[in-house]
């Protein structure tokens, strides 16, 4: 198969300190695929010069957008605004915290086949510790006893633009990232999934708190699980 054309979306909330290193990074990966590409840069509501931080790495290139959501959203909500601003047939993301490296890209994007809807990725070395993998675990169950599939999903997957339908996509928090991969395994799409690295974040701290974001799936499971009833 020829290079994918790519939209790569990368969202950040306050990682002004990473924007110099880490952008620069996935824009020099981009130009170097020898495909077209888009390069879609979402500040989640920062408020400590985050956007023009990236503004002043991209430049005025025309493959290059940034812009922000205004006010602090979520994952889900920046994921969305940057697909809705895809021109690109496939698209995937990371996020500008340094810690999948770029180049873990081509194990997503040499997976497509002339079938393949969607390539997921689970990750080969992150260790948070026993807490994050019980978490991760328990999750995990929820998802199987309440949708009825089993989800190898961690990290950044690679779709057709096409499927990713934002309006259909109600959260805007981090649970779109378990529903999207819900929708695709319930509606048999064609699935890959691959091994990828992951390493420390380059500077800064999660913004996620662990226990309370697990008991926000686990509602958001159970909503989701009614709105696809009265659908």
């Not at 994918?4 to 020099?28: C, H, K, M, Q, W």
């Not at 996020?95 to 990750?123: K, M, N, W």
């Not at 339908?165 to 819900?182: A, G, Q, T």
């Amino acid at each position: 198969m020829p290079p994918l054309s790519l939209s790569l979306v990368v969202f950040a909330f306050n990682e002004v300190d990473n924007v110099p290193t880490v952008l620069p990074e996935i824009r020099g990966y981009l130009e170097a695929r020898g495909a077209p590409w888009q390069l879609v840069f979402v500040d989640d509501g920062s408020t400590d010069g985050t956007l023009e931080a990236a503004r002043a790495v991209l430049g005025d290139d025309p493959r290059c957008l940034a812009f922000s959501l205004g006010r602090n959203r979520g994952i889900g909500a920046a994921l969305k605004a940057g697909v809705a601003s895809a021109t690109q047939p496939w698209v995937t993301f990371l996020p500008c915290d340094g810690q999948i490296p770029v180049e873990e890209l081509d194990r997503l994007v040499d997976a497509v086949t002339p079938h393949t809807d969607v390539v997921f990725s689970v990750y080969a070395d992150r260790d948070d510790g026993l807490h994050r993998k019980i978490l991760s675990a328990g999750v995990r169950g929820l998802i199987r006893v309440v949708h009825g599939v089993t989800m190898r999903s961690d990290g950044p997957y690679l779709f057709r633009r096409t499927l990713f339908v934002p309006k259909e996509l109600e959260p805007d928090s981090f649970f779109l990232n378990f529903e999207f991969p819900i929708r695709a395994l319930q509606r048999r799409w064609h699935t890959e999934t691959v091994t990828i690295r992951c390493v420390p974040r380059r500077a800064g701290v999660s913004k996620s708190a662990r226990w309370r974001v697990v008991a926000r799936v686990a509602r958001e499971l159970i909503a989701l699980k009614l709105r696809q009833r009265h659908a």
